[in-house]
């Protein structure tokens, strides 16, 4: 869903702008990358090699056998064993030196799904900002692949000189940078205080907003949270930088690098808000995987698959008693009165600030161990007893994700969010903060997403669009929560919430987010050949836009039927002429580079994948491999993806976990356009032209 709020500054990265490279001397990429010793070499030794490069610093940045049996790597002992040997073997395939290698080192190790060991690369102890390489890995621990990248030019001296050149500007004052720079508001370094970090803070330092004197600048609804880093600008050249994520009340989420030694620059900016054995009564299927149903009243895919105004009846929902889907993780603990658990703490937050305070409501339990609540349909969203129905309903569905992503491959080595992360890797003192009937918006939701550590927040507001209707709320539509928890763990899974930056990776990730929604509400009864499947529904009618239940908000309902959903690689660009014939939403627009419409080609291709996977498979095993393959995609996708790196992201994990679907993915690509010999345009394009289509798997 899209971001309300003021108008913000856009998204940046030095590494990628000329401008600011030639600033420092850095010169500009060369047109056409040039295979690297390293490459050479390894192409000797491993047949058919894919491989795709970084726009700027023209390296490597996703390596993988294109053969099913293909392997990068002999046997190990262990995962990170594997790919610290690799990375050490292989060096000079980023023209790393000796010096170099030995500033890499494994900072987790997902087993979880896709078996994934996860780098980065440390100067002096100082993080390399976006420095990560993901090695995947086979049963027997040989590299099946490796995404992301490091950099070459590290030294000892260089390491030292930048430590010693710390200081120039303190961290306080860089956060006074930076939230100028979001609101255009002059803060001063004197406004910010550092603060006791909290357990398991890892390389982060903690600092308060409090004014020394009154005015009327928007407070922080977070302490700021801030980390040493060397931002790398490629060619061997690394600036020090403070990286810090800024919480600031009525703003989107922002993470920013500001330069630590030199004038004061943004380096970076990224804005991390994406535009959305207890019983519990909620609306669910009651199958044996408690699967939540579309909504309080459901109704994809459409019964007609035709536009004819369609409005499905609520239904009642069912009390079922959970404590997880994963054996001896519960949702909550033993006794608990209200939902605050360990992956989520669900609330409506009715009042300003932001976050739970007086005023706000949690759900609470109805009796021991039990909330019961019946949402009436005939009253607002927001009488007592429909608001804690959907607070359970929506704590009910992030935990619900976590347990089924868990299983694939999300796990807390691969940055998901949990309070505690029972020593597994990662880092906690991050659960979902799910904020219901949020009062900052309306007719909307979002989710805002920082790096491992620090808690997620997902904003679900009140639709008032069936007025003189009772208004809806969007905390418990399964389809509408879903696609803003895909923002989440997209982000955190490519680049640590740093890497979807570019217009491909913001499309993508809209794209991923109607995939989660569509794919994880459908049943095995649902006609995935013909039907006509929407990303919302319930919430969406308003008094003139009764086809809410077809298009929900998207150009066209998402099938595997072109001649209701005709979209291809091509439209993504903005010069593309839309299909003429298939009914199209007349209340959706835009231009096709838009991050919510060149989402929906993401989308319909990873649909038709998966109803691939469901012919060949049938329901219930296709939806459990298409979660690995896309979860372990995601872990294989660099940062700044185009859309055929993440595609290709996608294959190399159902090689490395199954290579006999490798048939089904591809000609669910092709049907797209993305088959093999597909063309996206480069990663810094933000019209999307140039799209070459291929259709042949």
């Known amino acids: 869903m899209a971001t309300q709020g003021k108008k913000v500054p856009e998204n940046f990265n030095a590494l990628y702008d000329a401008g600011a490279r030639a600033t420092r001397g850095v010169s500009a990429a060369r047109a056409m990358p040039a295979a690297s010793a390293g490459l050479r070499r390894l192409s000797k030794d491993v047949a058919e090699l894919t491989v795709h490069y970084d726009e700027a610093t023209q390296l490597p940045i996703s390596i993988a056998a294109s053969h099913p049996e293909g392997r990068l790597s002999g046997r190990a002992d262990t995962p990170e064993q594997a790919a610290a040997e690799f990375v050490k073997a292989r060096a000079d395939l980023w023209n790393l030196s000796n010096a170099d290698a030995a500033t890499v080192e494994v900072s987790s190790v997902s087993r979880q ?116 880093v060397m931002f790398p600008l490629g060619e061997g050249q690394f600036v020090p930088g403070y990286y810090l994520e800024l919480w600031i009340h009525e703003y989107p989420a922002f993470s920013y690098v500001i330069d630590a030694v030199d004038a004061p620059d943004v380096l970076f900016r990224k804005n991390l808000t994406s535009p959305i054995a207890f019983k519990y009564r909620v609306h669910n299927t009651g199958d044996a995987i408690f699967r939540p149903e579309d909504g309080p009243a459901p109704g994809s895919p459409h019964p007609t698959g035709t536009p004819n105004g369609f409005q499905a009846p609520p239904i009642p929902e069912k009390l079922i008693a959970i404590e997880s889907l994963l054996p001896g993780q519960p949702w909550l603990p033993p006794g608990a009165k209200t939902t605050i658990g360990n992956n989520c703490i669900a609330y409506a937050d009715l009042k300003v600030p932001d976050g739970f305070s007086t005023g706000d409501v949690r759900g609470k339990v109805t009796a021991a161990g039990i909330f019961d609540y019946t949402y009436d349909h005939s009253r607002p969203s927001t009488t007592a007893n429909n608001l804690q129905n959907s607070i359970v309903g929506m704590f009910f569905h992030v935990n619900w994700l976590h347990d089924r992503w868990y299983e694939a491959g999300f796990d807390e080595a691969s940055g998901n969010a949990q309070k505690d992360n029972f020593g597994r890797g990662g880092m906690g003192g991050d659960p979902m903060h799910a904020e219901g009937s949020d009062f900052s918006g309306t007719d909307n939701a979002n989710m805002s997403t920082p790096p491992d550590g620090a808690s997620p927040r997902m904003q679900m507001f009140t639709f008032n669009g069936p007025n003189p209707k009772p208004s809806r709320t969007s905390n418990h539509e399964a389809l509408i929560t879903f696609h803003e928890m895909g923002h989440y763990i997209t982000n955190r899974l490519v680049g640590n919430a740093s890497g979807l930056d570019n217009v491909q990776g913001q499309a993508m990730g809209e794209g991923w987010g109607d995939f989660f929604a569509i794919c994880m509400t459908s049943q095995k009864t649902d006609n995935f050949g013909k039907g006509t499947f929407a990303v919302g529904g319930w919430t969406d009618f308003t008094p003139t836009f009764k086809e809410n239940y077809y298009f929900s908000i998207r150009r066209y309902p998402y099938s595997a039927n072109v001649k209701k959903n005709p979209l291809t690689f091509k439209h993504i660009s903005a010069n593309a002429v839309l299909p003429v014939g298939p009914s199209k939403n007349p209340a959706a627009g835009g231009p096709n580079n838009e991050f919510h419409n060149a989402g929906e080609v993401w989308c319909c291709a990873l649909w038709q994948v998966f109803v691939n996977l469901v012919a060949k498979l049938g329901h219930e095993l296709a939806e459990k491999q298409m979660l690995k393959y896309v979860i372990g995609g995601l872990k294989q996708t660099p940062s700044r993806p185009t859309f055929t790196q993440a595609r290709d992201g996608l294959i190399l994990a159902v090689t490395a976990l199954n290579p006999a679907d490798l048939p089904e993915v591809r000609k669910g690509f092709a049907k797209r356009g993305m088959g093999k010999k597909a063309v996206s345009p480069p990663a810094t394009s933000t019209t999307l032209t140039g799209v070459v289509e291929d259709f042949t798997p």
């Open 113 to 228: 799904g896709l078996p994934t060991v996860r780098l980065i690369q440390r100067i002096g102890g100082v993080e390399v900002f976006n420095s990560e390489l993901k090695a995947a890995l086979s049963a027997d621990n040989r590299v099946v692949s490796v995404t992301g990248q490091v950099f070459h030019g590290v030294s000892a001296s260089r390491a030292a000189k930048a430590k010693k050149a710390r200081g120039g500007l303190s961290a306080q004052a860089a956060i006074a940078k930076a939230a100028f720079d979001l609101t255009g508001l002059a803060y001063e370094a004197t406004d910010f205080s550092s603060m006791k970090s909290p357990m398991d803070s890892g390389p982060y330092r903690f600092y308060k907003c409090k004014p020394r004197k009154r005015n009327s600048r928007p407070p922080f609804d977070r302490p700021v949270r801030v980390k040493d």
